[in-house]
T-cell receptor
């Protein structure tokens, strides 16, 4: 069974600095998708960034980028120029690429604090 | 599209009462998912539907929980009778099937229902 592990329950970063959130996953599939979701205090789940496993190029969305290491099954999220609005719980997630099993599996989350 | 719509946003009920949570997915989406979020267990998948048909309900905690999707635009999650340990935030999410292509691989979540059973 696929699993997603986030080893950092909480992290803090100074405003305007860069922070990296770690995620590892376990799968025997070769085709899959990885995601980072953000959950601010409003509790809305917001998709931050996605990565297709068949793409070697790391995904980037403005200040958010990932370091996808397929062989190592690692998928870290880098937030540059951290802002107060980035304070939230961040979830790493995995979804199979094909077949009927389209559910997303989430990690336990990392709570990110931004220090002014 | 207005997104995934859940109601109510908050629900407080007494132990033993029946609770019904509602969800309207995004029009055209193939899948609908119900998740439960607690501090201890994180996000747990309870059940999901494909084209209104339940595919996997192995996450439903016990017989007190039931979910239906009578049509493509509406789903309910019912707890009867409710217990204090059911207190959590319940999320509904919907998505296209994977073969619709990017950027459709992720879910769109509703705002959740915070359930408190006293």
């Amino acid at each position: 069974a696929q699993t997603v592990t986030q080893s950092q329950p909480e992290m803090s970063v100074q405003e305007a600095e860069t922070v990296t959130l770690s995620c590892t996953y376990d799968t025997s599939e070769s085709d899959y998708y990885l995601f980072w979701y953000k959950q601010p205090p409003s509790r809305q789940m917001i998709l931050v960034i996605r990565q297709e496993a068949y793409k070697q190029q790391n995904a980037t969305e403005n200040r958010f980028s990932v370091n996808f290491q397929k062989a190592a099954k690692s998928f870290s999220l880098k937030i540059s120029d951290s802002q107060l609005g980035d304070a939230a719980m961040y979830f790493c997630a995995y979804r199979k690429g094909r077949g009927r099993d389209d559910k997303i599996i989430f990690g336990k989350g990392t709570r990110l604090h931004i220090l002014p | 599209d207005a997104g995934v719509i859940q109601s109510p946003r908050h629900e407080v009920t007494e132990m033993g009462q029946e609770v019904t949570l509602r969800c309207k997915p995004i029009s055209g989406h193939d899948y609908l998912f119900w998740y439960r979020q607690t501090m201890m267990r994180g996000l747990e998948l309870l059940i999901y539907f494909n084209n209104n048909v339940p595919i996997d309900d192995s996450g439903m905690p016990e017989d007190r929980f039931s979910a239906k999707m009578p049509n493509a635009s509406f789903s309910t999650l019912k707890i009867q009778p409710s217990e204090p340990r059911d207190s959590a935030v319940y999320f509904c999410a919907s998505s296209f099937k994977w073969d619709r292509g990017p950027p459709n691989y992720g879910y769109t979540f509703g705002s959740g229902t915070r359930l408190t059973v006293v």
